[in-house]
């Protein structure tokens, strides 16, 4: 069983197991080596797409989902992370847009889709943010034109900690879940307590 990083990963996971996706984790892509702006001192360390779904009976960009996790505690502000991309900023010790990469530096674009390719036969698919909480309008993220340029066009989603938890919740039935987290959220639900 692959190594999830936290417990975001893991909902992830359970989120996509409920709609039916196959699931792979920790997909490490980085920049080609013959690409004209690769700087082997800066592009030579991996890089990886937390979480890749692979529905079998869909069709389009929904197909295939490949998310990014970002699980801030202090949740996720579409305005403020994009402003702090395209000014530069630092933010917890690094540049903004290291965050992503895949979707700021072409080379690293190039390299995320030819990933997502290599893994499900596909170059389209869905980006999808999951983070704890959105604070401010997640449209701003999802149609922001240069993130969608980045990835060849293919739509991009946020997906926040409550709407995974909330879909889970409505599917699981009374049969043993396949996962750990599906299980405890059985347990919440026989217990009677509400997670909400």
Known sequence: MATKEDILEQIVEEFLIHRGYFVQHNIKFLPRKDHPDF??????????????????????????????????????????????????????????WQSFRELTVPKWSEAFIQAI???????????????TKVRGDRATWESYLPFKNALGGNPIRILTFEDMILDIQGSLSTTL????????????????????
């Open 117 to 131: 390719e290599d893994v499900t036969g596909t170059r389209n698919f869905t980006y999808i943010t999951a983070v």
């Open 39 to 96: 700087i082997a001192k800066k592009d030579s360390n991996h890089s990886d797409i937390d979480v890749v779904g692979y529905h079998p009976k869909l069709k389009g960009a929904e197909k295939v989902l490949a998310v990014s996790c970002k699980s801030w505690q202090s949740g996720f502000h579409p305005a403020s992370k994009i402003d702090a991309i395209e000014k530069g900023k630092k933010v917890s010790g690094r540049m903004a």
């Open 177 to 196: 879940a396949a996962t750990e987290v599906g299980r405890m959220l059985q347990l919440f639900h026989a217990s009677g307590m509400q997670v909400r």
